[in-house]
Every structure is written in C-alpha cells, then in structure tokens.
C-alpha cells in the first residue's frame, strides 16, 4: 500500500443522507411556494445544491432562485438534528484502520460547510479524520464556488500531497471525474447514491466495507 492520504466523500459514501437532505429540500421548496412534482423520482443527493436545482426546475431555474433555495435548505438541515441519517457499516472502522496505519484522511464534499461541519459533530469524525473540506470553505473569484475537482487540487497543495500519493474514495461520477482530472486512484462505493455506468468510472470498485479492507493488501 503506497497511498497516504484519503479523501472520502460524505453524502452516500460516509453515510446515508438521502432522507434529511429531501426532508429539507422539499420544506424549502415549500417555503418558496415552488413546485416539483417529479423531486422524488429525479433528486440525487450529492450534487451542488444550485446544480441540482438547475436539473429539478429547468423551467423556472435562475442564479437567484437556486440562492433562495440555497438559504432555505441551510435553515432546514442544520436544525433537523439529522434524525434519519445513519453511518454505512463498516466504513469508519476503516477510516480508523488507514489512521492506526499512519495514514492521513480527510473529508471532501460539496455538501455545505455547516451542515457538514454539524454531521461530523454529531457522528464523531471531527475526531477521526486530519480534516473536513466543502467547496462553500474556499471560493473563487470567478467560479464561486470550488467543484470538486477544484476542491481536490486545494486540498493537496495544502497538505503537500502528490496524486500519485491520493485516493478518493466516493459513489458518484463527480468524485471520479474530480479524481481523474488530478490524477488521483479512485474508488467506487456501490452501496452509495451512483448508478452502475458512474460506478463503472472509478478505478476501482468495491461493494461494501469488507472491500475498502481488502484494498490495504494491494497496490493500487
């Protein structure tokens, strides 16, 4: 095993999110007297909240609605004390193994920083992982902002990594993309929110806890 640090993703990855975040989308969709008829057939967790609401709402969708949804899924997440998300089995118990190792890891999500900074307070993992990055912690003059992929290139000048050192452990095709463009080794979490093509782009692909341990008696 050459690879010291480890960027994990967090919704759909580190746990299961999907029910407070819809929870919380819809209440501020409700807010803002805003309609959605196929939300529960078409929302993904994982995507940046103004992305998302570009796919939901294509109709209606501007720079200044995806804002008020923005602020009003804020108001709703951090408060509801995320009382249906659970953590995935097994996954922390890794996280705890690469730092028993020496290894470094780290969470990087486009979720929002105070809602993730929260989530990591109630589970614990501020005292697990080296650090928690979210694309709302660093933006860009230009692009607002940082993508993943942006994200993923901060982090590394910050701890002086080099991508052949990283892994990104994620479940959709936003962490492998971000991945590749930094020539980062990638992993695919089956039990997440990605489909199987998207899943079909990480580098490698695991179906559950028992696989990222595997992945410690191998090269990659």
């Given at each position: 095993?050459t690879?010291?640090?480890?960027?994990?993703d967090?919704?759909?990855?580190?746990?299961?999110?999907?029910?407070?975040?819809?929870?919380?989308?819809?209440?501020?969709?409700?807010?803002?007297?805003?309609e959605?008829?196929?939300f529960e057939?078409?929302f993904i967790?994982?995507?940046?909240?103004?992305?998302?609401?570009?796919?939901?709402?294509?109709?209606?969708?501007?720079?200044?609605l995806g804002?008020?949804?923005?602020?009003?899924?804020?108001?709703?997440?951090?408060?509801?004390g995320f009382?249906?998300?659970?953590?995935?089995?097994?996954v922390?118990d890794?996280?705890?193994?690469?730092?028993?190792?020496?290894?470094?890891?780290?969470?990087?999500?486009?979720?929002?920083?105070?809602?993730?900074?929260?989530?990591?307070?109630?589970?614990?993992?501020?005292?697990i992982?080296?650090g928690?990055?979210?694309?709302?912690?660093?933006k860009?003059?230009e692009?607002?902002?940082?993508?993943?992929?942006?994200?993923l290139?901060?982090?590394m000048?910050e701890?002086?990594?080099?991508?052949?050192?990283?892994v990104m452990?994620?479940?959709?095709?936003?962490?492998?993309?971000?991945?590749?463009?930094n020539?980062?080794f990638?992993?695919?979490?089956?039990?997440?929110?990605?489909?199987?093509?998207e899943?079909?782009?990480?580098?490698?692909?695991?179906?559950?806890?028992?696989?990222?341990f595997?992945?410690?008696?191998e090269?990659?």
């Amino acid at each position: 095993m050459t690879k010291n640090f480890w960027f994990f993703d967090l919704d759909g990855t580190l746990a299961d999110t999907d029910r407070d975040i819809r929870v919380a989308w819809l209440a501020a969709l409700d807010d803002l007297g805003v309609e959605c008829p196929n939300f529960e057939r078409d929302f993904i967790a994982g995507p940046p909240i103004e992305e998302m609401a570009q796919r939901l709402l294509p109709g209606i969708y501007t720079p200044e609605l995806g804002q008020k949804i923005r602020s009003g899924f804020g108001r709703h997440y951090d408060n509801d004390g995320f009382l249906n998300t659970f953590e995935y089995p097994g996954v922390l118990d890794f996280v705890r193994d690469l730092k028993a190792s020496g290894m470094k890891a780290y969470i990087a999500t486009n979720k929002r920083y105070v809602g993730a900074k929260a989530l990591a307070a109630k589970f614990g993992w501020d005292k697990i992982f080296d650090g928690l990055y979210t694309g709302d912690m660093h933006k860009d003059d230009e692009i607002g902002k940082l993508r993943k992929n942006a994200l993923l290139r901060l982090i590394m000048k910050e701890i002086g990594a080099a991508s052949d050192e990283c892994v990104m452990v994620g479940d959709t095709i936003n962490d492998f993309s971000a991945a590749k463009e930094n020539g980062i080794f990638s992993v695919g979490c089956a039990w997440g929110y990605g489909k199987d093509e998207e899943l079909g782009e990480a580098d490698k692909r695991v179906e559950n806890a028992a696989g990222l341990f595997e992945l410690l008696n191998e090269e990659i």
